[in-house]
């Protein structure tokens, strides 16, 4: 009979992947906290500090808003320039890439155009409230913006009736005032 040999033991490797980390030791905690940060590590009035939240001056809180509203009302004026390239760069025939370019180009500012009171309504307090109608005019203008490069191109695709020529089907015959016949001698 042959007796078994036990298993070898497992490499080194094997065992510290499956030992648990070791705790940090009291050396680690003396590091200190880097500034503005602060442990858990305090005293009680440390404690009570943490706790107590930092309070903000209303008028600072009102161009905190402001400044964030104008931020998004400028925003959508980012996205013309890469519209105009965009569009430039479809072409003007009627092919299904160029529809869907111009009606995303229209869908975006129509939604915006609806939404210019539920975009503000965060920011809007007592105080900025007068303040915020130039925001939001300087946000409407920059949608009828995108609106206009989407009337541009539909413009540049003959999709706009402004030709003579597209509204022949309405016009009626001209009646001459007189008649010139040629005479033979």
Not at 53 to 72: F, G, N, Q, R, V
Request: charged fraction near 20%; proline fraction near 11%.
């Amino acid at each position: 009979m042959s007796s078994a040999l036990p298993p070898p033991p497992p490499p080194q490797w094997v065992v510290t992947l499956n030992s648990p980390m070791p705790r940090p030791t009291k050396a680690a905690n003396s590091i200190p906290d880097p500034p503005g940060f602060s442990s858990n590590r305090g005293g009680k009035q440390q404690k009570q500090q943490q706790k107590q939240p930092i309070e903000k001056k209303p008028e600072e809180t009102d161009a905190l808003k402001l400044k964030k509203a104008w931020e998004i009302a400028i925003a959508p004026s980012k996205q013309i320039p890469m519209n105009a390239i965009m569009m430039y760069m479809s072409g003007n025939s009627l092919q299904i890439f160029s529809i869907m370019m111009v009606f995303m180009l229209f869908k975006g500012p129509i939604q915006g155009l609806i939404g210019t009171n539920a975009v503000f309504a965060k920011f809007e307090t007592p105080a900025t409230r007068g303040r915020l109608l130039g925001v939001k005019a300087v946000y409407v203008l920059v949608q009828l913006g995108l609106l206009a490069l989407g009337i541009w191109k539909v413009n540049a695709m003959g999709l706009l009736p402004t030709t003579r020529s597209d509204w022949l089907a309405w016009e009626s015959e001209r009646q001459p005032l007189e008649r010139a016949h040629f005479a033979f001698r």
